[in-house]
């Protein structure tokens, strides 16, 4: 299994940008995918998760703001970001898993979300 993530770059404060990510290989029984962030100095986070039926959980820092989806039928996520914050800034990784949302089973390389003000 291999997740490519695309879509970062630069934006401005209040801003826009949409990430997606394309998981490939053995992709079936891959339930939920998530995005997170790891912002300089700082851990990793959850962003935002969806499972393959469609439930989501957000972190509070971005509720309201992004919003994840996917298209099963492309093993594919996405995150839309708006209001971007100079805060958000930060790599994003998008992640896998069959099963527990604890312990993601696959990762893909980061791409850059650079927001400034």
């Known amino acids: 299994v291999q997740l490519q993530a695309s879509g970062g770059g630069l934006a401005q404060a209040g801003g826009s940008l949409r990430l997606s990510c394309v998981l490939s290989?053995?992709?079936?029984?891959?339930?939920?995918m998530a995005w997170y962030r790891q912002a300089p100095g700082k851990q990793r986070q959850l962003v935002a998760r969806?499972?393959?039926?469609?439930?989501?959980k957000y972190a509070d820092s971005v509720k309201g703001r992004f919003t994840i989806s996917r298209d099963n039928a492309k093993n594919t996520v996405f995150l839309q970001m708006n209001s971007l914050k100079p805060e958000d800034t930060a790599v994003y990784y998008c992640?896998?898993?069959?099963?527990?949302?604890?312990?993601?089973?696959?990762w893909g390389k980061g791409t850059l979300v650079t927001v400034s003000s």
């Open positions: 992640a896998a898993t069959g099963s527990s949302w604890i312990d993601m089973d696959y």
């Open positions: 969806i499972s393959r039926g469609g439930n989501t």
């Open positions: 290989g053995s992709a079936f029984g891959m339930n939920g």
